[in-house]
């Protein structure tokens, strides 16, 4: 079983601990991190890196998301849950100072998957890696993850605001992205926040 930290919206612990199930039963706010892949492709434009997910999740079955995130266990922080996942879900190594910090994202969602009522309320810690992998090269969690593609932010941006890319991105954070990016110019590599969480 798995079991979260039930935090305050300023991401803080309560001190209370739930099971997961239960936490998106009752819709208690957890801790999640998000990390985007991005690189710049031949045109110089920024790409990022899409996940499939797995048609056997629990949540969100097929749909295309983030790079690589998750919830955090009990007990671990922001920082170190992603560290862990992008090994976990990707095959990828990668050292605290290569995540870019860019900022919160406090999301909550009311829907239901495999006939179970479904409850998420997640404050996500979200952070950039400059990283251009070939996705035939990674080594995906086949339980969580059944492929990966890159697609220009651009091209992604407007397919999620049109409907035509089946997804459970966050426009908000998206757009939190895309900010981001903006500001990147030719930057290809990138520095930890100091302030972690």
């Not at 860019?102 to 009522?117: A, V």
């Not at 400059?130 to 890159?150: A, G, I, M, T």
Request: charged share 30%; aromatic share 8%; with cysteine.
């Amino acid at each position: 079983m798995e079991y979260f930290d039930i935090r305050t919206p300023d991401g803080k612990v309560t001190g209370k601990i739930k099971e997961r199930s239960l936490v998106h039963r009752d819709g208690d706010l957890h801790g999640t991190s998000h990390i985007w892949l991005v690189r710049k492709n031949t045109e110089n434009a920024w790409e990022v890196l899409l996940q499939k997910r797995s048609a056997c999740k629990d949540s969100h079955p097929g749909e295309y998301d983030i790079s690589s995130a998750g919830h955090l266990p009990a007990g671990q922080g922001f920082l170190e849950s992603a560290l862990r996942e992008l090994e976990e879900e990707l095959g990828i190594k990668a050292s605290a100072e290569e995540l870019q910090f860019i900022g919160w994202n406090l999301e909550e969602s009311i829907s239901s998957f495999h006939g179970k009522p479904w409850h998420n309320h997640e404050l996500s810690a979200v952070y950039v890696l400059y990283r251009d992998v070939e996705p035939e090269k990674l080594h995906l969690q086949e339980e969580e993850v059944e492929s990966v593609r890159w697609m220009g932010y651009e091209e992604c941006l407007r397919r999620i605001q049109d409907g035509t890319l089946v997804h459970c991105i966050s426009l908000d954070e998206f757009k939190m992205l895309g900010d981001f990016l903006s500001g990147q110019g030719s930057k290809n590599e990138c520095h930890a926040h100091p302030g972690q969480k």
